[in-house]
């Protein structure tokens, strides 16, 4: 039998009132998505378009001290900028600071420039990373999220894809997300930089995001939360009250479900009789639930009789289901006791 102890948490319910056109609510760690509305809904995004530009720089750049000199692409950028040079050279981390929080435009140019030949080079790598993520509903056309002559579309659902992606992936990402104020120094002149991501001030769980903007995409917002070890991300567009809205969303989602661990690799027992060694799991489970749906939590252990195994082989799993539905399957493993020899005189 495997035995598993779980401990129930009231919560208190509070209506969802949603001002976007689309949004959604997902754990950052499972990936459920604990709230949804038109998430699927093909919309221009804006500047949380500069999310996946900073992605794909992360990952395609060895050395973030690296320095990059804007050229003439930056003389050809408007709205929100870091008011660069040409000429003028800047860190490839300087630059995804500027991206991040002060959402330039001509950052983003100079980033795509700096990790590829051309913008349009590096537009495919951001096109390419949507397909591994399986962001089906969304192509890119620009690295900024101007949207005056190119355009770049996706849904709420397909952001938070990547949203969960690169805060569990990167911790640079997260740092930058995080960081209210920043200040450098170019070849030329120097930068303070505040966030003009308000939520990260406004509401006291809010870890990080990124903002966005254009008169035909609306307001556009990914944001990042944590509150008693479970992190969210939500996605809003074309959200009038976006900063408003993100933290009401999240006020619904933290009261309504908690993290809970499901399995625990450190106390981990099977009792069983035809393995005589030891049987373990190599991870800790943990999923979001709301208290009702604890109650409906199953965990079915299942065995497989191997004749001649090895240490570490894989001889059975664990079932997590919540009613008829799969939540996570677990290899178990098996580590075998040394035998000892006997010796006869």
């Known amino acids: 039998m ?8 009231p919560f208190n ?4 009132s949603d001002s976007a056109r689309s949004s959604i609510v997902m754990d950052i760690e499972s990936g459920r998505v604990l709230y949804q509305n038109n998430a699927n809904e093909k919309r221009l995004i804006a500047s949380i378009t500069k999310v996946m530009t900073a992605t794909v720089a992360l990952e395609n750049t060895k050395d973030l001290n690296k320095k990059v000199k804007a050229g003439e692409e930056v003389l050809k950028m408007y709205g929100t900028s870091i008011y660069m040079e040409k000429g003028e050279t800047l860190t490839m981390k300087d630059l995804l600071y500027g991206l991040m929080l002060r959402s330039g435009n ?35 056309k620009n690295c900024h999220g101007l949207d005056e002559e190119t355009k770049n579309y996706s849904t709420a659902y397909d952001m938070a894809l990547l949203s969960r992606y690169i805060y569990n992936k990167d911790s640079t990402y997260r740092k930058i997300i995080n960081t209210y ?14 966030n003009r991501n308000t939520l990260l001030k406004q509401y006291k769980y809010c870890i990080g995001g990124k903002t966005g903007y254009t008169p035909s995409a609306g307001k556009t917002l990914i944001s990042v939360a944590k509150k008693n ?25 933290f009261n309504k479900y908690k993290r809970y661990q499901l399995l625990d690799k450190k106390h981990f027992s099977v009792d069983e009789e035809y393995y005589k060694d030891d049987l373990y799991i190599k991870d800790d489970f943990y999923y979001p639930l709301t208290s009702s749906e604890l109650k409906k939590v199953k965990t079915i252990v299942k065995i497989t009789k191997l004749k001649n195994y090895k240490d570490n082989d894989v001889v059975g799993e664990v079932n997590i289901k919540l009613e008829d539905q799969l939540l996570k399957k677990v290899p178990i493993y098996v580590y075998k006791k040394e035998k000892k020899k006997r010796f006869f005189f």
């Not at 319910?13 to 969802?16: H, K, R, S, T």
């Not at 030949?117 to 890119?140: G, I, P, R, S």
Request: hydrophobic share 40%; charged share 20%; proline share 0%.
């Open 181 to 194: 104020k920043y200040t450098t120094q170019s070849n030329n002149k120097s930068y303070l930089w505040y």
């Open 13 to 16: 319910c509070y209506a969802i």
């Open 229 to 253: 070890n479970l992190i969210l991300t939500a996605v809003s567009i074309k959200d009038a009250d976006h900063y408003e809205n993100h933290e009401q969303l999240y006020e619904s989602i």
């Open 2 to 9: 495997f035995f598993l102890i779980l401990f129930l948490i």
């Open 106 to 140: 001509d950052a983003a140019v100079v980033i795509a420039n700096g990790v590829s030949k051309n913008e349009k080079d590096f537009v495919k790598l951001m096109n390419q990373k949507a397909q591994k993520l399986q962001m089906t509903n969304t192509t890119f």
